[in-house]
């Protein structure tokens, strides 16, 4: 039997090759595969509905990794790709698989940050499963949101002259990653010379919370409605921003123009990407784990977006012949290429 | 810090533990943890959401589960739960975790079962996560399905002279099971002794189908609703006979009386657990993973229900101080207590 490599897919042409062919034949399925939802619809209103798995190892490491501040973050990732949508979240499952080493109080931990999140965001914790592993920990979860039937928002909406608009600021969860893995590799170092080791984040706070505590962008939603504004495209940014743009562009047949000097960076992101002999902007564009949103306007909506607080428009959406290009701040352009973190590699 | 060990609360005693005090705020979030479902009400239907996770080694043995069996398997088990409601599965989405010892083909054979069993059940594959792991092979579904309000079917409205029935037969899943375990032994042993092993399983295929390809129940509820029956209290049984009447019985505020020389057995499960040298009403009252429904029925329903083909009346609800019993061949009276599979033992 044949034996393909599943890195030779990648997560994306992996789904793709498994679910190209599927056909939704219920009524109430309105959307499957390839959003941050699937959208089910019903006589009176939409339901958003979205699964995350996180497992030991590969999406966390517990050795830098409070298990409140897991939990609190694997439920914002989904709540977040409930707001992707124009949506809000309602209720979640968790599915937890514990190996021997997890005490009661840990899965305790774990869950008052699952719930921590759901009080903050209004969302009730309404079923799941919990079972063990042999090794680690696993988590799933799905989340299950309601949205109005015009409201939704999917990625392949943007058009032509539509501004590319984002918001908070990028590359800081990556940044704050960098920094717990260097801190790691010294702990391991000086315990190995029986020395106490005591890591100094001082003045890093905002990116370690980046990292560990993520917040889901209700608020950036909230606003956009109140502000009379419906994107045309949307998604939130997990991979990083290269990865979703080109997301948007393939999906909506566009390209897009991306502008360097306009990617919203905080100025500890730009001091400790120099220390660590990185380029700023390719941490911003490929760092992934912001759960910022990225998204789309018609131009005529220019000024009401440009007034609102925490977002940036950032570029423009093309012809799908132009490409989908980063223009650099000296102005010379580069070809937009998606390196974000691959699950599967 | 406190490190109570997992195990001292079960599976039920955990989830309990962590969820207890759970309130629900959201105004569609009708029922929460405690059935085969978590129930949502919208103004004009009712969706049902129900969530599983399946870890190598623990819930299945890629030694004798062929991938696609186990997607098959996999997709059923969560279509059972919204059955045992009285609901109708509509969307699935699937998240699956693998290690590197994974090829693109073995993930086709799992999504060929897992999108059978959707075509089997008009069940659409709508959503989920691909991902890695450092260790085998982790899958989560989650469930979605529709359901009359006046018809979904808790596990908590069990009245007093209800009659108990079942349907199918029970404990062929469990000895199904034993035989691969066995089968699995013996091939070791000759592996080790270079010599060639060929199990032999003739005369027990409908053993091995029960444990490795079950089906969910949709005709059971189908002929009940034919029938004009309406269940009282319903749950699928997955991890037993007694602990799921149990269930029943504690959320009804019930006692019940089940009769030994009623509980439906194949002649094959017989047979099977005399060679193997283990009383067949234990395995049919503890085996688990049968995957057949449970249910209650009004004493008024008496003769429409034993019309149905393939159900059997087992026994009656009682008042709950009476408690639960098994009254043996001999009659005899036992404590109906719960062994069943223990995921976190």
């Known amino acids: 039997m044949a034996h393909t490599d599943i890195s030779t897919l990648g997560e994306f042409g992996l789904i793709r090759h498994l679910t190209q062919d599927i056909a939704l034949t219920n009524s109430s399925s309105r959307y499957g595969i ?3 939802c699937a959208v089910l619809r019903y006589p009176d209103h939409d339901i958003l509905v979205t699964s995350d798995m996180l497992m030991e190892g590969i999406h966390f490491d517990l050795v830098y990794t409070p298990l409140k501040h897991l939990g609190y973050k694997a439920a914002m990732v989904n709540f977040s790709d409930v707001y992707a949508m124009n949506g809000t979240p309602r209720q979640l499952t968790v599915s937890v698989a514990v190996s021997k080493r ?3 109080e840990d899965l305790e931990a774990l869950y008052a940050g699952i719930r921590l ?15 063990s592993s042999l090794t680690g920990l696993a ?8 949205a109005e039937r015009d409201h939704i928002v999917y990625r392949n909406g943007a058009h032509e002259t539509d501004l590319v608009c984002v918001s908070g600021d990028l590359g800081a969860a990556y940044m704050g990653l960098q920094l717990l893995e260097r801190e790691k590799a010294v702990f391991n170092r000086k315990v190995s ?18 990292q560990l505590k993520p917040e889901a962008r209700r608020d950036v939603i909230e606003a956009l409605r109140e502000a009379g504004i419906q994107p045309t495209a949307m998604m939130d940014i997990s991979d990083g921003l290269s990865s979703e743009m080109l997301h948007i562009c393939t999906q909506s047949h566009t390209g897009c123009r991306i502008y360097e000097e306009r990617i919203p960076l905080d100025y500890q992101t730009a001091v400790t990407a120099e220390e660590f002999n990185m380029n700023v902007t390719t941490c911003a564009l490929n760092g992934g784990e912001d759960y910022e949103l990225l998204f789309t306007v018609p131009l005529t909506d220019h000024d ?8 940036k428009i950032i570029g423009y959406i093309t012809k799908e012949e132009l490409g989908c290009s980063l223009i650099a701040r000296d102005g010379q352009e580069f070809e937009l290429k998606a390196q974000g973190w691959n699950p599967l590699k």
């Open 34 to 36: 390839g959003d941050d």
């Open 102 to 104: 997890f005490s009661v």
């Open 117 to 131: 999140a759901c009080e903050r965001h209004h969302v009730d914790l309404v079923g799941g499963d919990t079972t």
């Open 139 to 146: 988590i799933s979860l799905t989340c299950i949101g309601e």
């Open 193 to 210: 010379d029986e020395v106490a080791a005591q890591p100094d984040f001082s003045g890093k706070e905002y990116l370690l919370e980046r």
């Open 304 to 311: 009401r977006v440009a007034a609102l607080k925490d977002v």
